[in-house]
Nanobody
């Protein structure tokens, strides 16, 4: 069982930056690939970015390439989402997710989800 808690969301102006953190419980964090998804009002939850167990490989949605990066610190059981050059269309609730089977953009890969953190980008 893994519990995930996101933090770092907030209100930022367009062009600004935020860093989200996701802290995981348990001693097996390094056995999970991690991902971030987001859900805007009235829209489906969509994939943003993911990282493999070791942190050596990442996968991005086209909409965030060149702006968002993901990293993890397995010693601290934490994954990070650095968001730069934010746009109003990035406004959403951001969810952290853990996968024991692999990583990628498919929601069903992910076994555990956090409660989400709101990111609002003003124009």
């Amino acid at each position: 069982q893994v519990q995930l808690v996101e933090s770092g969301g907030g209100l930022v102006q367009a062009g600004g930056s935020l860093r989200l953190s996701c802290a995981a419980s348990g001693r097996t964090f390094s056995s999970y690939a991690m991902g971030w998804f987001r859900q805007a009002p009235g829209k489906e939850r969509e994939f943003v970015i993911a990282i493999n167990r070791s942190g050596g490989s990442t996968y991005y949605a086209d909409s965030v390439k060149g702006r968002f990066t993901i990293s993890r610190d397995n010693a601290k059981n934490t994954v990070y989402l650095q968001m730069n050059s934010l746009k109003p269309e990035d406004t959403a609730v951001y969810y952290c997710a853990a996968s024991s089977t692999g990583y990628g953009s498919i929601r069903s890969l992910y076994n555990y989800w956090g409660q989400g953190t709101q990111v609002t980008v003003s124009s």
